[in-house]
């Protein structure tokens, strides 16, 4: 039997690979993996290869692999199971997503020159919205930024501005944690800053702060 990929290649049919994959749902189920799951994994696999076709897609081995746990009893391995492929299907449609921001880029497709001090269709323009594009999804989409903040930036609550610089350490365009210098206050070099009472206090104490970072960076 031939197993068709995504990418539409050919390979053979591997036994083992399937038992694995079920197993791995029984073991994250039952935090073991034993003589019934062993057996049921194995019965499935061999009913796959043993059937009357010359070849299958990945899917079409999939779908066979989820009706076969719901049918043996084990509907809770089956979830499983789907919330796997479901959490693979969208790691690949993010590594295709970048693939094509990337060669967008480094093609000066959809050139916006948002920094007046950059210019996209250079080398180094080019090259820094690639690299911008990868450190963002890292910071957005893969914990790069705390789950909260990542959350309010993209509801538009607040602005991350250079946020590719987030996931590199302290930059002085970072969002600062106001919350926190509001509470405690903050020292400068010509003095210290106390935590506001008001409002319009608050609003001031925010202008300065940003002009105290912009002054040490």
Do not use: W
Request: with cysteine; proline share 0%.
């Amino acid at each position: 039997m031939k197993v068709i990929k995504r990418d539409g290649k050919e390979v053979a049919f591997d036994k083992n690979k399937i038992v694995n994959a079920i197993l791995k749902a029984f073991k994250d189920v039952d935090n073991e993996i034993n003589t019934k799951s062993l057996k049921i994994s194995t019965a499935i696999a061999s009913d796959i290869q043993d059937s009357d076709v010359q070849e299958l897609s990945v899917e079409e081995i999939q779908d066979k692999i989820e009706s076969a746990l719901m049918v043996s009893g084990r509907q809770d391995v089956a979830k499983k199971y789907i919330l796997y492929r479901e959490k693979r299907s969208k790691e690949r449609d993010k590594d295709s997503i970048i693939v094509k921001k990337i060669i967008n880029r480094i093609s000066a497709n959809n050139v916006e020159n948002s920094n007046a001090n950059v210019d996209e269709r250079s080398f180094s323009g080019r090259e820094k919205e690639a690299s911008g594009d990868i450190q963002k999804m890292i910071a957005f989409d893969f914990g790069g930024l705390s789950e909260k903040t990542a959350k309010a930036h993209k509801e538009m609550l607040i602005y991350q501005h250079d946020a590719d610089k987030s996931v590199l350490g302290e930059h002085n365009c970072l969002f600062l944690d106001f919350q926190k210098l509001f509470k405690d206050g903050f020292i400068t070099r010509n003095g210290d800053v106390r935590r506001p009472t008001s409002f319009s206090t608050a609003c001031q104490l925010m202008a300065v702060a940003f002009q105290c970072q912009s002054q040490v960076c």
